[in-house]
Every structure is written in structure tokens, then in C-alpha cells.
């Protein structure tokens, strides 16, 4: 299929966007959907003197999260690939 450009808008700004597929697009247009609706929320529980303060607060709790699931991951994966070394040694 090749590259698509679409047009998504966030905090009330259009940004045009290269995307691969319409896999990609659906991930991508949620993901703004996602963004601008904590932006409507932190602005109605948080003074702001502008969207950038608020950009900042959604891109923070995001990264947190991603870090988070980043972690936990790791964690799994240890987990995994212990009880696999287990397997392993009793079928050695």
C-alpha cells in the first residue's frame, strides 16, 4: 500500500502525519482521541496558564505508563525464561 498521509488534531491543532497502514491510522487516531480527552480533563481538575502546561501533564503521565508496562515486561520475562532454564534442566 505504501505511505498515507492523514490529518489528526490535538489540543485543537491539525497535524498531518505519514502513516503505513490502517492499522497504524486506527492506533494513531485513538491515540488523539485519547490525548485531547485528558486534555479536556486536567483542564477542568488543573489551573493552566496555557495547553503547553497541560500537553506536558498528559506526556508525563503517558511516559509513566509506558515506563511502567516497560517494567513489568521485564519482570515477565525473567519469570519466563526462569521456569523455561527449569524445564529445561529437569528434561536434561
Known sequence: MGEQMITISIADRPYRLAINNEKEEEN??????????KLKEYSTHYAFKDKQDLLA???LQF????????????????KTMDELLKIDKILS
Do not use: G, P, T
Open 63 to 78: 511516559a509513566a505508563k509506558v515506563m511502567d508496562i516497560e517494567l513489568q515486561n521485564e519482570v515477565e520475562s525473567q
Open 57 to 59: 501533564m498528559v506526556v
Open 28 to 37: 494513531v487516531r485513538k491515540a488523539a482521541v485519547l490525548i485531547n480527552e
